[in-house]
């Protein structure tokens, strides 16, 4: 890896540190921003991460994948392996048998790509209820409420089937397929692109990348595909792409009614990739701006009326008078970014307690908790083996679990008494949006447990988990 972008003060660039520095405070209090990278004129005026996050691992985009996969039909289509009109069953006639609606056969993928398949809702059930899991078929055999083309349905079963068209083209996942012509150019390493059952890419989530990795596609899009003066990606597919071409004005959200391009969102201002829980790549033509943001909070689009609000008026076309001591304070605050765990001791001299619970859908089956001077640990019994999960009293201790989860992920926790009997965990996924919350009550030897998590889309949640029996070690 070779390329890093200049970094410059914001002055410079048109911007006064100060604003940036208040926009920056009230980004960290947010529940929660992981990290953020602003861009003017391709120079890097500010870059932060929240601790116990970092800008070293690669995070779940959730829909910002979509924007990924829409490039890669840009590819595909400038290397003449479609069209955008093609119809979808052209590319799966082994599934014609399937199709249940007669509208179906009508879909393209440029319906597919406006999110304008005929479905009134999003598809993703109908794979997840096909009886061999194949999702393919799942979407394929589904009913259309609507004419293909007429109405605008966020459906990232759509995406997936872009996805599976590129498969079926080509021979490769998008993930490897974007290697040689997107990722290796812009020198991004991809982090892992979740798949469904039959190894396709699933499109429209679960792909993996860092904050600065976001920052390269903002850039990239801001440059209109052009990069280090060569064009990567085809400049007239992404000029259909960004253009509005769905109307989704039945949306509530400003930013998200101002229409729909190719897996692309037009915004009150400038137009973005985005990924639940505030995954952002927006791109900012008229004040050559691009700023990448990887979030973990529900409400995403105060992120938006944040930069439109109290960013936006304070930038300038041309620079300002220097100002050392503004960004002085400006990049301490982007270098200390920390999200404090209660400053609380473990006051209590606790016994250890095992606990066994009632059958549950994720199959824990029981248990113990351990107090020590500097955390408690909180071990799981499933049929794969023990889980153990770390929690500092003031600080962050750090596990690998999985419990309900498709995969292991590296996660980070603390813990504090909140009452004399209630003990709460928090744990936080490091590379996604999950956020979980455990609650232990302590009366007489027994125990009461009440689970809750954040952020967690796409996600089986935990039943919740009744203890049959406790005691102590």
């Given amino acids: 890896m070779s390329f890093e972008f ?22 960290y209090q947010l529940d929660y921003i992981k990290g ?23 995070h779940a985009l959730w829909s910002l994948s979509k924007s990924f996969t829409s490039c890669a039909i840009g590819f595909v289509r400038e290397e003449k392996l479609l069209d955008l009109n093609d119809k979808l069953i052209s590319f799966f006639p082994e599934y014609r048998s399937c199709v249940t609606d007669e509208k179906m056969l009508d879909v393209t993928l440029q319906d597919l790509l406006t999110m304008r398949s005929g479905h009134a809702n999003c598809a993703y059930p109908y794979a997840k209820a096909d009886s061999a899991n194949d999702w393919v078929r799942g979407f394929l055999s589904s009913p259309l409420e609507h004419v293909p083309g007429t109405f605008f349905a966020y459906n990232s079963l759509a995406t997936y089937m872009l996805s599976a068209v590129i498969r079926r083209v080509t021979g490769l996942n998008v993930r490897e397929y974007l290697i040689p012509r997107l990722f290796d150019p812009l020198e991004i390493t991809p982090g892992l692109w979740e798949c469904c059952p039959a190894g396709t890419n699933s499109g429209g989530f679960g792909f993996h990348l860092k904050t600065m990795d976001i920052a390269k596609f903002a850039q990239l899009l801001l440059n209109k595909g052009k990069w280090n003066g060569v064009q990567i990606l085809p400049e007239a597919y992404l000029e259909e792409a960004v253009y509005p071409h769905a109307d989704n004005s039945m949306n509530e959200h400003p930013d998200w009614k101002c229409g729909y391009g190719y897996q692309f969102w037009r915004s009150r201002f400038g137009f973005r990739g985005d990924g639940a829980c505030g995954q952002y790549a927006i791109v900012l033509p008229e004040e050559d701006i691009a700023i990448a943001v990887n979030g973990s909070l529900p409400e995403m689009g105060r992120i938006l009326d944040l930069l439109w609000e109290k960013f936006l008026p304070g930038v300038h076309s041309a620079a300002l008078p220097e100002d050392p001591a503004a960004v002085a304070a400006l990049e301490k605050l982007c270098c200390s970014g920390e999200i404090q765990p209660p400053a ?12 066994r619970f009632y059958p549950n859908s994720v199959g824990i089956q029981r248990g113990t908790i351990q107090f020590f001077p500097e955390k408690c640990i909180l071990s799981l019994e499933t049929a794969r083996g023990t889980e153990t999960i770390n929690a500092g009293f003031g600080t962050f201790e750090n596990s690998r679990i999985r419990l309900q989860d498709s995969r292991e992920h ?4 603390y813990a504090f008494w909140k009452t004399e009997d209630l003990l709460e965990i928090n744990i936080f996924h490091l590379d996604s949006t999950f956020r979980d919350i455990w609650n232990i009550t302590f009366q007489n030897d027994t125990l009461k447990f009440r689970w809750e998590t954040k952020c967690s889309l796409f996600r089986p949640l935990l039943p919740p988990l009744k203890v049959i029996e406790s005691g102590k070690l």
């Fill in 410 to 413: 590296e996660v980070t926790g």
């Fill in 36 to 58: 953020f990278i602003f861009l003017r004129h391709g120079s890097i005026i500010a870059e932060g991460y929240q601790k116990p996050y970092s800008g070293e691992t690669a």
């Fill in 344 to 355: 609380v001791e473990n006051k209590k001299d606790l016994p250890g307690y095992s606990f």
């Fill in 6 to 27: 200049p970094r410059s003060t914001p002055e410079k660039q048109g911007i006064n540190s100060k604003l940036l520095t208040r926009i920056i405070e009230q980004l």
